[in-house]
């Protein structure tokens, strides 16, 4: 599987993942027109350990670095194709659950995605 990830701050839409900061997430989810949506991918045992306000929880890999069979289905039922996402996860790294949930979302025809470089540790 090929990556399309980039790191900017320039929204690509249609093109690729982006990498972007803590500060361009919060930009983002404030002034975005349509508003950005913010899925946090951790496992539900470190969502309730703390997390971003507005996020939703739909984790990529459970306890176990157990892959979620659901992730897509539930992401599908939840965000219109065309909604813009912002994916994040506890570290933020380019190999991460946040930009392999990312990319997954973009190969299953979400185009206009992002994840949080640093993720959750770095808010």
Same mark, same amino acid.
């Given at each position: 599987?090929? =990556?399309?990830? #980039? $790191? =900017?701050?320039?929204?690509? $839409? ?9 500060? #361009? ?48 289905? $539930? ?12 994916? =994040? ?5 380019? $190999?991460?659950? =946040?930009?392999?949930?990312?990319? #997954?979302?973009? #190969? @299953? ?12 540790? @770095?808010?």
């Amino acid at each position: 599987m090929a =990556s399309s990830i #980039e $790191t =900017s701050t320039e929204v690509d $839409t249609g093109r690729s993942v982006e990498c972007i900061s803590v500060q #361009e997430c919060h930009r983002r989810k404030q002034e975005g027109d349509p508003i950005w949506k913010h899925v946090d991918v951790r496992s539900p045992e470190e969502y309730s350990k703390g997390r971003a306000r507005d996020s939703v929880n739909i984790p990529y890999q459970f306890k176990g670095k157990v892959p979620n069979p659901n992730f897509l289905a $539930t992401l599908q039922d939840q965000f219109p194709e065309g909604k813009p996402l912002i994916f =994040s996860c506890a570290h933020g790294d380019p $190999t991460g659950r =946040s930009a392999s949930a990312a990319q #997954e979302a973009f #190969e @299953a025809g979400f185009k206009t995605i992002a994840f949080v470089e640093g993720g959750y540790s @770095a808010w």
